[in-house]
Antibody, heavy 121, light 107 residues
Framework: QVHLVQSGAEVKKPGASVKVSCTAF????????ISWIRQAPGQGLEWMAW????????NYAQSLQGRVTLTTDTSTNTAYMELRSLTSDDTAVYYC??????????????WGQGTLVTVSS | DIQMTQSPSSLSASVGDRVTITCRAS??????LNWYQQKPGRAPKLLIY???SLQSGVPSRFSGSGSGTDFTLTISSLQPEDFADYYC?????????FGQGTKVEIK
């Protein structure tokens, strides 16, 4: 069945970088995009960025522009999210989600299981 | 950015109750509105897409309506497994934005 599997939890120091992976199963990877969404402890959902698995095109939230980079490896059906210059405000669960579509509409389904990134000195 | 505002932020209800959650966009998003359910420690799950289309496998007690700026998620008869957080999300443009969430608790 269609599902996404993310890499494990990370603990990083302020100023460091983190790279989270998201491997897709059960569908043609290059037919869809992948979005990344994060959720700080006890908070709501924040969309971060999107990448086309077809051509590598990207779209980043302005608040993260310059600190986040999305890539894909079509040989392993894996998407990556790298976030640099980490601060405590980046402590969150990071989700990848397939950008599903119909007509002109898009939605996130399915989601990965989430990766907890903790930034602490 | 399009701001999404949900109300209420939380509600208490009993099993069998009819529950309504509203979502308002700061500008028209036509029908490009999705609803998700999130249980503690779990990833969100898609319930409704394009304002009123029920995602495959989602019980028919969930329904969505609305267009333009005002949208509604309705649970016709609340079940024990429905106690969770609910989020709306617009896909009209980027950045994709979410409502702040509605927590549905047991009364």
């Amino acid at each position: 069945q269609v599902h996404l599997v993310q890499s494990g939890a990370e603990v990083k120091k302020p100023g460091a970088s983190v790279k989270v992976s998201c491997t897709a199963f059960g569908y043609i990877f290059t037919n869809y995009g992948i979005s990344w969404i994060r959720q700080a402890p006890g908070q709501g959902l924040e969309w971060m960025a999107w990448i086309s698995a077809h051509n590598g095109g990207t779209n980043y939230a302005q608040s993260l522009q310059g600190r986040v980079t999305l890539t894909t490896d079509t040989s392993t059906n894996t998407a990556y999210m790298e976030l640099r210059s980490l601060t405590s405000d980046d402590t969150a669960v990071y989700y990848c989600a397939r950008d599903d579509y119909g007509g002109n509409s898009n939605w996130f389904e399915p989601w990965g299981q989430g990766t907890l990134v903790t930034v602490s000195s | 950015d399009i701001q999404m505002t949900q109300s209420p932020s939380s509600l208490s209800a009993s099993v069998g109750d009819r529950v309504t959650i509203t979502c308002r966009a700061s500008q028209t998003i036509t029908k490009y509105l999705n609803w998700y359910q999130q249980k503690p420690g779990r990833a969100p799950k898609l319930l409704i897409y394009s304002a009123s289309s029920l995602q495959s496998g989602v019980p028919s007690r969930f329904s969505g309506s609305g267009s333009g700026t005002d949208f509604t998620l309705t649970i016709s008869s609340l079940q024990p497994e429905d106690f969770a957080d609910y989020y709306c999300q617009q896909s009209y443009n980027t950045p994709r934005t979410f409502g702040q969430g509605t927590k549905v608790e047991i009364k």
